[in-house]
């Protein structure tokens, strides 16, 4: 009987709550998404409200030979970003490449055209009729859509679906990503100019201001010691990456102070521990310092990558995998790091076969950053390339979508392992580690609503007598 009747109060007293919307709101509107710029706060990203936002999403690529990103031919940009959304995810870690913003310029800024990239990567004949499904598919484009066009229509439709973009920087030079050969690894390598990096950087950051989902972007994707110059691969420390670092994190803030700007680390991005633990970037004494990144303290986010699963199996042994992770930079979510940091490891997978969603692994990532309340990204959406590594449309084992872009290439990972791990990542652990601080808010969603603010609105700006009653409901209820 007691239990009805607590039921039934608390069915009347939302019910109360939902119609006062009508009276509140004319006090409190719901901040309209994306509800930006995003800044951070010790380990969390929070929004303009000051709620915590988690990053749950996916990489799509745009960085290979045709500088396009991919799967256009086989499927409509809104399809592709409705997959996505499907997931439950929030986020894309949009790729692109330096020689994009190189060609710009060398063309008296004029960006290419799609249909001269895709000729120029494939040939006239098998370029041109990629060109033909693209434009079948995404009828918007014609032959004077240039590849940053695809990039705004993209945003746009994420916009449109409430998806974040994140932009990425992955390569200098247009291609497949990565290698110690590729003279991509190393500022100073074969084609990795740093005028003409940071030049990117700010031209990307520029062109984002119009997109209105634009939150973060990256400085460089999994730096390496490059193997084409002894000189060069000298240079491979810590001291030289701090440096570099700033010059393109002053590059974005100083284009669009509103974006977040993500650091990767050494070791293809598998290690951030001297910045995490405030030891020396060697060979000096320096150590890293907000302060070194003038006005702009609060933007700063870490980045890691796991592929412990790159050339083999990966580890089954969660603990251990954890302990990798926490070494390498998550104990920059705990009050043990000399340096807070929010952490998303932005690039993790795995072949997408049969026994996909069984992969220890993958569990064990699956598992703890989640658990972190840490944000994170999947390589990679689609299931192939325009161009790969010379081979005309690549297939993409490790692609959550089939070849042609048309379901997923393992339903059971979809349905068993990813899914579930997004729905969990958005759930804040109020205590996620004995040292870890508390989030920006007191609610239980990391999506940037905050139920909280939206609710203390709607009683307290109530009329007098409504506001009477249901504080005598609210009695009644737990007394």
């Known amino acids: 009987m007691a239990r009805f009747g607590f039921q039934h109060w608390l069915s009347v007293f939302l019910a109360i709550i939902g119609t006062s919307g009508t009276f509140a709101s004319s006090h409190a509107p719901r901040a309209t998404w994306p509800n930006g710029p995003f800044v951070t706060s010790g380990r969390w990203i929070q929004d303009a409200a000051g709620s915590t936002v988690t ?78 499904k693209i434009i079948s598919n995404n009828p918007s484009f014609n032959t004077s859509t240039t590849r940053l066009e695809v990039y705004d229509a993209i945003a746009a439709e994420c916009a449109k679906q409430e998806i974040y973009v994140h932009l990425d920087n992955h390569v200098s030079r247009a291609g497949w990503c990565c290698s110690p050969l590729d003279g991509n690894s190393w500022w100073g390598d074969e084609y990795f100019n740093v005028a003409n990096w940071t030049r990117g950087l700010s031209f990307m950051a520029t062109r984002g201001k119009t997109w209105t989902n634009l939150m973060s972007m990256s400085l460089r994707n999994e730096l ?46 598998q290690d951030l521990s001297p910045v995490v633990n405030g030891t020396a970037l060697t060979p000096g004494t320096a150590t890293f310092n907000r302060d070194d990144f003038s006005g702009y303290g609060n933007k700063l986010v870490l980045e890691l990558h796991a592929y412990d699963n790159i050339i083999g199996p990966g ?25 807070q940091f929010p952490m998303v490891l932005t690039e993790f997978g795995l072949v997408q076969n049969g026994t996909s969603a069984q992969d220890p692994y993958i569990s064990c990532l699956l598992d703890y ?15 192939s390339y325009y161009i790969r590594e010379g081979i005309g449309d690549f297939d ?84």
């Open 369 to 383: 950053v989640p658990s972190r309340n840490a944000g994170w990204m999947i390589w990679q959406l689609g299931g």
């Open 315 to 339: 580890p089954s042994n969660c603990t251990a995998v954890e302990e990798k992770l926490f070494n390498a930079g998550f104990k920059a979510l705990t009050d043990d790091a000399a340096n």
């Open 396 to 479: 993409e084992s490790w692609g959550l979508l089939n070849h042609d872009w048309t379901d997923w290439r393992s339903s059971d990972f979809i349905n068993n392992s990813l899914t579930p791990a997004v729905k969990n990542t958005f759930t804040i652990n109020n205590d996620p580690d004995p040292n870890s601080s508390s989030p920006g808010t007191s609610n239980n969603e990391s999506k940037g609503a905050n139920r909280r603010s939206m609710l203390a609105p709607g009683l307290f700006d109530l009329p007098l007598p409504l506001h009477v009653a249901i504080l005598t409901i609210l009695a009644i209820m737990f007394y």
């Open 55 to 132: 990053y749950v999403g996916v990489n799509w690529p745009g960085s290979l030979d045709a500088m396009i990103p991919e799967g256009l031919q086989y499927q409509s940009v809104e399809s592709i970003v409705s997959r996505i959304k499907s997931l439950g995810m929030n986020v894309i870690r949009l790729t692109y490449a330096t020689e994009m913003i190189d060609q710009y310029y060398d063309n008296e800024q004029t960006d290419v055209t799609i249909q001269k990239a895709l000729t120029d990567a494939l040939g006239q004949d098998n370029g041109g009729s990629v060109y033909d």
């Open 224 to 269: 390496r010691i490059p193997l084409t110059s002894a000189s060069v691969a000298n240079t491979y420390t810590w001291e030289q990456w701090y440096s570099y670092v700033k010059q393109g994190a002053d590059a974005i803030n100083k284009a669009n102070a509103d974006v977040l700007v993500f650091l990767s680390g050494l070791n293809s991005d």
